[in-house]
C-alpha cells in the first residue's frame, strides 16, 4: 500500500526565516511525487514534481529514496507563502493521487 | 480558461436524502478524477474515469455512492441516501490523462456538503 506521511500538522515561521515542509512517502515501486499548494479560498493547484527538478515561487524539493523523502525547501519565507501544502504520490502513469494529510505553513510578518 | 468547473459550491442536506455533484472537466482531458476530502485531511480518490470508463472505482463506497461520465466529459456523482458522516469537500479534478501519461491533475473549487 502506498502512503504519504506530512509530520507537521502546522508551521509557523518569520518572515525571511528558511522554510522546510517535510514529506516521508511509502511505496515499493519508483513513484512520481508532487506538491500541491492551497492558498486561501483558492483551488488546489500543483506547485512542482520531482521529475521536473525545477524551483517554483523559490520552492525546492529533491527525492531522496533512500530515506523516501521528498521534502519542501525554501532558503527565505514571504508573507504570500502562507498557505496549505499538500505532499502527493502517483503511483505511475494516470493513477489517482495519494495525499499526505497536509501542513498549514503560517508566515508571520 | 474556466479550468474545471463544479457545481454547486455549497450544498446543505437532511440525512437520507439524495444529493449529487456535478463537474465540467478542461476541454481535452480524458481523465477525470473525483476525490473526497474529510476535515484536517488530504483528498482521498474516490473514482477514475479514463474518457467514459470507470478504471478504479476500488475506493467508492458502492452501496450509496454512484458516477457517471456519459460521453466522456461531464461528470455526476451521487450519494443515495446521505449520511452525517458524508460531509465533507468533494473534488473532481482532470488531467490530459491516457495510460503512461505525466500529465498535472488540476482541480475544481470542489463541493461542500453539509449533511444534517
Known amino acids: 500500500a502506498q502512503r504519504v506521511t506530512q509530520p507537521e500538522k502546522l508551521l509557523s515561521v518569520f518572515k525571511g526565516a528558511p522554510v522546510e515542509l517535510k514529506c516521508n512517502y511509502s511505496y515499493s515501486g519508483s513513484p512520481e511525487l508532487f506538491w500541491y499548494v492551497q492558498y486561501s479560498r483558492q483551488r488546489l493547484q500543483l506547485l512542482l514534481r520531482?521529475?521536473s527538478r525545477e524551483s517554483i515561487k523559490g520552492f525546492t524539493a529533491d527525492l531522496n529514496k533512500g530515506e523516501t523523502s521528498f521534502h519542501l525547501k525554501k532558503p527565505f519565507a514571504q508573507e504570500e507563502d502562507s498557505a496549505m501544502y499538500y505532499c502527493a504520490l502517483r503511483g505511475g502513469g494516470a493513477d489517482g493521487l495519494t495525499f499526505g494529510k497536509g501542513t498549514h505553513l503560517i508566515i508571520q510578518p | 480558461e474556466a479550468g474545471v468547473v463544479q457545481s454547486p459550491r455549497y450544498k446543505i442536506i437532511e440525512k437520507k436524502q439524495p444529493v449529487a455533484f456535478w463537474c465540467n472537466p478542461i476541454s481535452g482531458h480524458n481523465t477525470l478524477y473525483w476525490y473526497l476530502q474529510n476535515l484536517g485531511q488530504g483528498p482521498e480518490l474516490l473514482i477514475r474515469y479514463e474518457n467514459e470508463e470507470a478504471v478504479d472505482d476500488s475506493q467508492l463506497p458502492k452501496d450509496r455512492f454512484s458516477a457517471e461520465r456519459l460521453k466522456g466529459v461531464d461528470s455526476t456523482l451521487k450519494i443515495q441516501p446521505a449520511e452525517l458522516g458524508d460531509s465533507a469537500v468533494y473534488l473532481c479534478?482532470?488531467?490530459?490523462?491516457?495510460?503512461?501519461?505525466?500529465?498535472?491533475?488540476?482541480f475544481g473549487q470542489g463541493t461542500r456538503l453539509t449533511v444534517v
Open positions: 479534478a482532470s488531467s490530459p490523462g491516457g495510460a503512461g501519461a505525466r500529465g498535472e491533475a488540476f
Open positions: 520531482h521529475i
